[in-house]
């Protein structure tokens, strides 16, 4: 190839090369033409080189070496030369690199250039890439320039001054005043530039807003112009005139009336004209109504006016184009809770849209749906979102259930409604379910002591039919246990009577048991509610027995362990048996941890463990307690303990001198271990932004080593997925993070993710951490980090 190659030759000459290596060989084969002749100083060809360099700039080669000549070629007095050299300024040059302050002195004398073109190569470099300095100093230039006579100059300029405001906050009062002379100009294009303009000025300094809050009634005027003036063949998209122009005044109109009621006043008749006369069936029209829809949402507009601007949102969801649907059910989601009755009006179109193939507009109809289930329509809106969560996606069966449950616990209008809903789900999506759901229904069912007979017909036949759901399973065998006795009675005045019998009672539980789906948590459930039905039936106690013994050797050790604790009830406390495994007592609604069907906030790991306690009294939560647990099972520990009341079988009518010796005769069999109860560690909060709260307790293992355990809730109204945690510590400290309870928090603080960090810190050097916590919420990622200085309650300990 020789030098003097033309750009379209070399263009061919690369594209027709068959491999990259082959490519790179002619590229660098012209560039080192180009380098040649950049030397020479009678150089006729420059721009024609330089044009050749951004060329393989485009294509992702090295061109640095152009930077020079792009400087030199901007000093020329040739305008074809000047064009490229600015071209190449732009691509080549940013406000990094010295030689961008090489470039000032030309950019000044080209601004006062007495060819207008000239002039603009020179304003849309220092729009692209002027540094601050160069804004500072090239600013008053600028100024001269807006007030200009030639609108080609007066439109570029004020989107220079907008690179400057950006640049440089302060520059901001310059161009105020001519920014603000600005919309008297016809020309469309000064009008759009100038509306940028002030637009960003009132966005940066308050002052300003209030200043630019007089020009509203001149914008009303030159946006009435707009709607009603005829066809003009210049600015005429689809029907729409300068439908550009229109979108930038109505956002920044917006700015201006945001908190001001005045200027909301001075706007209303016209955001309403351009509501009712601007054409929807086109793509240009939405744009100009969903821009005029924002602004009515946003300032202090009639209450007329905002169910207008509804009713627009709801002509949109009938819109075909996915797009349109979804950025209304984002604004009717925004407004759902200040204008709740108007966006009522449209439910039946945004339950259609739960249909929708659209992941994206299936998911915002959701979030939508949800918030618009009230006490009036609780039955029709609850039926259409169990038909939802029994066809959803896998992604959207969380969320979904999660939002029932929440729906259901406020609005149930009775606790039958309410039981046989949160029963629906768990059939439907009981493996996507919290963990906190099965507690919560097992406290909603023993308050509900008329409904008994029935919820624990209904759970026996949804367990023969299903054990794959294993919340499901959970209750069914909870309320087995406890209710047995109705279920064998047989009679039933809620529901149609079934006659069991008590093998097939037993049958049913042995399947639990023995099925590969059930859980370690799920086969606890199934061997406490075969416990509690030796007390409930007369004729299969043996079988019971035997069953219990099996799983004295299972190779699971917590059913181990409480195969072992049964059997020991049933032969050296064979007499205390039916006091131990007694029906339990109605819980309160206050009680620690939960509330009727919604957890007070509680951490997730301390709602866990009343799960599985329900699931088998005599679990251990940990070597310490077992003693406590044991006790407070049989009302003997000599430290008072707070009774659970989810711990199943409590004895309040035993005599107190069995209890007492019962618990001696426990403290024998387990070796003499005394109780330890614990102090709970205390706890400091870190972190408090966007309703998500961060507190941190401690707690000293040894003389370098300690656990600190970092525990988040979530106040907001959305739930919040994809929730970590990561932290750093000084070099010298080791640092060890264990697995979180789980990534996602959900709204109104229901359950809290804890993650624990342990620290060893040899060389007791003045420990510090810093915490940075990342998470999704409404389809937005967000990230924050916070230093943690002070350790709670280790002053003492010197780390």
């Known amino acids: 190839m020789s030098p003097s190659v033309p750009l379209q030759e070399m263009i061919r000459a690369i594209r ?3 491999t990259q290596c082959e490519e790179r060989g002619v590229i660098q084969r012209e560039c080192a033409a180009i380098r040649a002749q950049f030397r020479q100083s009678d150089n006729g060809g420059r721009s024609h080189n330089l044009a050749k360099l951004l060329y393989v700039h485009m294509l992702g080669y090295p061109a640095h070496f152009g930077q020079m000549e792009c400087v030199r070629m901007i000093a020329s007095p040739r305008y074809s030369e000047k064009r490229v050299g600015y071209l190449g300024a732009m691509m080549l040059l940013d406000e990094k690199q010295d030689a961008s302050l090489l470039i000032t002195n030309s950019i000044k004398n080209d601004l006062s250039h007495s060819n207008q073109y000239v002039q603009s190569l020179a ?6 890439m002027g540094s601050a300095e160069m804004c ?14 030639n609108s080609y100059i007066k439109k570029k300029a004020a989107l220079c001054a907008v690179h400057i405001v950006r640049k440089v906050h302060d520059l901001g009062e310059l161009f105020a005043p001519a920014a603000r002379s600005l919309l008297t100009e016809k020309n469309h294009g000064v009008l759009h530039s100038a509306v940028v303009l002030i637009t960003e000025l009132c966005e940066r300094n308050p002052e300003t807003l209030e200043r630019f809050r007089k020009t509203v009634p001149d914008l009303v005027q030159i946006m009435k112009g707009l709607v009603i003036s005829g066809y003009s063949p210049e600015h005429d998209v689809a ?23 005045a200027a909301s006043d001075a706007m209303n008749d016209l955001l309403a004209q351009v509501a009712t006369n601007t054409d929807s069936t086109k793509t240009v029209g939405n744009a100009v109504l969903y821009e005029t829809v924002l602004t009515v949402l946003d300032i202090k507009s009639e209450s007329g006016l ?5 009713n627009i949102l709801g002509r949109f969801l009938l819109n075909n184009d996915r797009n349109i649907r979804y950025i209304a059910m984002i604004s009717l989601q925004k407004i759902v809770g200040t204008d709740h009755n108007a966006v009522q009006r449209h439910r039946g179109t945004i339950v259609d849209c739960l249909k929708d193939q659209d992941a994206s507009v299936k998911r915002r109809a959701l979030d939508l749906s949800l918030a618009l289930v009230s006490a009036s329509n609780i039955r029709s809106m609850m039926k259409e979102l169990l038909l939802f969560l029994s066809s959803c996606p896998l992604e959207l069966r969380s969320q979904a259930a999660s939002g029932i449950f929440n729906a259901a616990e406020r609005y149930a209008p009775s606790q039958r409604w309410h039981i046989d809903t949160i029963l629906h789900v768990l059939t439907t999506a009981g493996g996507d379910v919290r963990d906190e759901t099965v507690p919560n229904l097992i406290q909603l069912i023993t308050n509900a002591s008329e409904l008994h007979c029935y919820t624990v017909h209904k759970l026996y036949r949804a367990l023969l039919t299903d054990i794959s759901q294993q919340s499901l399973v959970q209750v069914a065998c909870w309320c087995i246990g406890e209710y047995g006795d109705l279920l064998l009675r047989g009679e039933c005045q809620e529901t149609e009577a079934v006659q069991v019998s008590e093998d097939d009672v037993l049958d049913a539980l042995e399947t639990v048991l023995q099925s590969h789906m059930s859980s370690p948590a799920t086969r606890g459930f199934a061997l406490t509610a075969t416990m509690k039905l030796s007390t409930r039936i007369t004729d299969n106690v043996d079988r019971i027995r035997s069953i219990v013994s099996i799983y004295g050797s299972c190779i699971d050790v917590e059913l181990q362990q409480r195969a072992v604790e049964y059997n020991a009830l049933f032969k050296k406390y064979d007499h205390m048996r039916a006091a131990v495994l007694e029906r339990m007592p109605v819980i309160e609604k206050n009680s620690p941890g939960h509330t009727n069907g919604e957890s007070t906030g509680e951490p997730v790991k301390d709602i866990q463990p009343a799960k599985v306690k329900q699931g088998g009294p005599l679990l251990p939560q940990q070597p310490a307690n077992q003693v406590c647990d044991l006790l407070d099972l049989l009302g003997g520990s000599e430290e008072p303990l707070q009774p659970s009341p989810a711990v199943a079988g409590t004895a309040p009518g035993l005599p107190a001198n069995t209890i007492s010796q019962a618990g001696g005769d426990l403290l024998d069999l387990l070796g003499g271990l005394e109780p330890a109860p614990l102090a709970p560690a205390p706890a400091m909060p870190v972190y408090e932004k966007d309703g998500v709260t961060l507190t941190l307790s401690c707690e000293k293992q040894s003389d370098s080593g300690l656990t600190v355990t970092l525990t ?12 970590t945690l990561q932290a750093a510590v000084p070099k010298s400290v080791q640092l060890h993070m264990k697995a979180p309870s789980g990534d996602s928090l959900p709204a109104r603080g229901a359950a809290k993710v804890t993650q624990m960090v342990v620290l060893n810190n040899p060389n007791k050097v003045n420990l510090k951490m810093r915490v940075r916590i990342s998470y999704n919420s409404q389809g937005s990622a967000f990230q924050d980090t916070v230093q943690i200085d002070s350790f709670p309650g280790l002053s003492a300990a010197g780390h």
């Not at 907001?716 to 997925?721: E, G, H, L, P």
Request: proline letters at 3%; glycine letters at 4%; aromatic letters at 4%.
């Open 16 to 18: 027709s090369a068959r």
């Open 123 to 128: 304003l849309c470099t220092l729009a692209c």
């Open 136 to 149: 500072r100093d090239l600013a008053p230039e600028i100024d001269r320039l807006l007030r200009a006579s």
């Open 239 to 261: 029907g729409i005139s300068d439908p550009f122009l229109q979108v930038r005044i109505l956002r920044l109109l917006r700015i201006l009336g945001r908190n001001n009621e």
């Open 306 to 310: 905002r169910v207008l601007a509804v």
């Open 712 to 723: 988040a809730s979530n106040s907001t109204d959305s739930d919040i997925s994809s929730f």
